[in-house]
């Protein structure tokens, strides 16, 4: 059995997807897997919840991924996705401060690896989607905030370092540069709309297949 731990936040959770977000997706593309080959068994846990920045995430980490390996067997295997970084970038426009310093950020995604550590084989950080800045700049749902590409990157980039420090997977989702992403957001310009969700869904299929993870 291999069991499949993602934690994100409102992408991971399945925002504005009908189809029940890219984590559902691939539970349905492994169901539909080890349907055709008994042999094969996975569970797959979505542990998204909206507006977690790195702290939250890091706080429920350790207990949630206990509960769910209870009745793991000895030699079975954990995967641990994570999906972190664009809500601690959002920026007070009135402080210059941003919901969680890169300095902490940087502290808690160790520490999330940390934990981690304990319970997977393989870990993957996953990046995040790209924003329309005209429509989240300011922020609707959380006035004088706002969400900016360029703290997304800088956020993201230091997920990547630390991965790259620890030896552990990161992939990117999509070209920041490609200014063509809007089609793949939603009407609110910061989560995915469903052809989003199934884009990030190949991404990341793709990704646990090319490094025989799944």
């Not at 936040?9 to 492994?30: A, M």
């Not at 390996?69 to 401060?97: C, F, H, P, W, Y």
């Not at 884009?199 to 299929?205: A, G, H, N, P, S």
Request: glycine share 6%; proline share 3%.
């Amino acid at each position: 059995m291999t069991q499949i731990l993602i934690f994100g936040t409102s992408t991971t959770y399945r925002c504005w997807d009908i189809e029940g977000g890219w984590v559902q997706r691939l539970r349905k593309y492994l169901d539909e897997k080890q349907l055709k080959n008994p042999e094969l068994y996975y569970i797959i846990y979505n542990l998204g919840i909206s507006g977690d920045t790195s702290k939250d995430i890091l706080e429920r980490l350790d207990f949630e991924t206990k509960q769910r390996l209870k009745l793991l067997d000895k030699g079975e295997e954990v995967i641990i996705i994570v999906q972190v970084g664009a809500n601690d970038s959002i920026i007070n426009n009135k402080t210059r401060e941003h919901h969680v310093s890169i300095f902490n950020y940087e502290e808690n995604v160790q520490q999330i690896v940390n934990v981690t550590k304990k319970y997977a084989t393989k870990i993957i950080f996953i990046g995040h989607e790209p924003i329309n800045e005209s429509l989240v700049d300011p922020i609707p749902w959380l006035p004088g905030h706002s969400y900016l590409n360029k703290h997304i990157e800088e956020y993201e980039n230091k997920t990547k370092e630390i991965c790259k420090k620890n030896n552990i997977h990161f992939t990117n989702i999509f070209n920041k540069n490609d200014n063509n992403y809007n089609d793949i957001l939603s009407p609110d310009g910061a989560h995915l709309n469903s052809k989003g969700h199934e884009k990030m869904f190949e991404i990341v299929r793709d990704y646990l297949i090319k490094n025989k993870m799944i």
